[in-house]
């Protein structure tokens, strides 16, 4: 029996995971008391019905305070039912949040005639986190659409067999923030920068101008050598722990070429080495398209 927990902050996407996840055959289940996931694990452990073999429950800030801070003590207990147990956790920073309920309308649960809206989401983030450090995967959905979204979930989710890690390595823009998802944080701003070069500035890592000026360089090829090393030696031992997923992020000052660069190189070394490996460039979808 498998139970997927996805958990986050109110606007962040848990209702679009879980749509995903009904659509994919799971039985789902939204805003499931706390209280409720070991008696809900036992049944369907002991249920011989292959409709409850695959469940999927939503929780949020509107349980009780109280269950929320003994939710490592549940997570415990759910463990030894036998059953196998993911725990998704989705967020976004607070301004992006902010701007959702503000779009939508919507009332957030914490909110009422003493707390606002902004106060609201920053007690919600303290009040999740004995989930959200429980979390197998951690999405951060800022920059992500609603079809984005549903696309992550179904590759990294779906898409992984049983025991097999799934690698994402994305590239972004200091200058942005470091995305919050970030297992592992590569630094890529000491490589020859082609946004000095003006004929260059236009282009992308994956323009092949912008690829023939990095590569002219050796510490080019070093950087990316190094980064395949590092990741290369801990994967299989964070595998052997029971780790399921991995981000590894690599960031240049804007997002928009040496992180680009070394994000692609990364990624086909290992998606010729993992089943499961997707890259995504953090920036590229703000950029407007290159006119020849």
Same mark, same amino acid.
């Given at each position: 029996?498998?139970?997927?927990?996805?958990?986050?902050?109110?606007?962040?996407?848990? !209702?679009?995971?879980? +749509?995903?996840?009904?659509?994919?055959?799971?039985?789902?289940?939204?805003?499931?008391? /706390?209280?409720?996931?070991?008696?809900?694990?036992?049944?369907?452990?002991?249920?011989?019905?292959?409709?409850?073999?695959?469940?999927?429950? !939503?929780?949020?800030?509107?349980?009780?305070?109280?269950?929320?801070?003994?939710?490592?003590?549940?997570?415990?207990?759910?463990?030894?039912?036998?059953?196998?147990?993911? /725990?998704?956790?989705?967020?976004?920073?607070?301004?992006?949040?902010?701007?959702?309920?503000?779009?939508?309308?919507?009332?957030?649960?914490?909110?009422?005639?003493?707390?606002?809206?902004?106060?609201?989401?920053?007690?919600?983030? +303290?009040?999740?986190?004995?989930?959200?450090?429980?979390?197998? =995967?951690? @999405?951060?959905?800022?920059?992500? !659409?609603?079809?984005?979204?549903?696309?992550? @979930?179904?590759?990294?989710? /779906?898409?992984?067999?049983?025991?097999?890690?799934?690698?994402?390595?994305?590239?972004?823009?200091?200058?942005?923030?470091?995305?919050?998802?970030?297992?592992?944080?590569?630094? @890529?701003?000491? =490589?020859?920068?082609?946004?000095?070069?003006?004929?260059?500035?236009?282009?992308?890592?994956?323009?092949?101008?912008?690829?023939?000026?990095?590569?002219?360089?050796?510490?080019?090829?070093?950087?990316? !050598?190094?980064?395949?090393?590092? @990741?290369?030696?801990?994967?299989?031992?964070?595998?052997?722990?029971?780790?399921?997923?991995?981000? /590894?992020?690599?960031?240049?000052?804007?997002?928009?070429?040496?992180?680009?660069?070394?994000?692609?190189?990364?990624?086909?070394?290992?998606?010729?080495?993992?089943?499961?490996?997707?890259?995504?460039?953090?920036?590229?979808? +703000?950029?407007?398209?290159?006119?020849?």
């Amino acid at each position: 029996m498998k139970l997927i927990i996805v958990s986050g902050r109110s606007g962040s996407g848990k !209702s679009t995971a879980l +749509h995903v996840l009904e659509d994919l055959g799971f039985y789902c289940i939204d805003n499931l008391p /706390i209280g409720l996931l070991s008696p809900l694990t036992r049944e369907a452990t002991n249920h011989q019905s292959g409709r409850l073999q695959r469940i999927a429950v !939503s929780i949020d800030a509107r349980n009780l305070s109280d269950e929320i801070a003994n939710f490592e003590d549940i997570h415990h207990q759910l463990t030894q039912t036998g059953a196998t147990l993911e /725990i998704i956790f989705l967020d976004a920073t607070d301004q992006a949040l902010l701007q959702r309920f503000h779009a939508t309308r919507r009332k957030h649960p914490l909110s009422n005639d003493h707390t606002s809206l902004k106060e609201a989401i920053h007690s919600e983030k +303290h009040l999740l986190e004995p989930i959200a450090s429980l979390a197998d =995967l951690f @999405v951060d959905t800022t920059e992500l !659409s609603i079809y984005e979204l549903r696309d992550m @979930v179904k590759q990294r989710i /779906i898409g992984r067999r049983e025991q097999e890690m799934a690698l994402l390595v994305q590239s972004f823009g200091f200058k942005h923030g470091v995305p919050v998802d970030s297992d592992y944080v590569f630094d @890529v701003r000491c =490589l020859p920068n082609p946004y000095w070069d003006t004929s260059l500035r236009k282009y992308t890592g994956v323009d092949q101008p912008v690829i023939e000026f990095l590569e002219k360089d050796p510490l080019t090829a070093q950087m990316v !050598s190094d980064v395949i090393k590092f @990741v290369d030696t801990w994967l299989p031992s964070f595998g052997k722990s029971n780790r399921s997923y991995m981000t /590894i992020s690599i960031g240049c000052t804007g997002g928009q070429h040496r992180s680009v660069y070394v994000c692609e190189q990364v990624g086909e070394y290992f998606a010729n080495h993992y089943d499961n490996v997707q890259v995504r460039h953090t920036e590229l979808p +703000h950029l407007k398209p290159v006119t020849p």
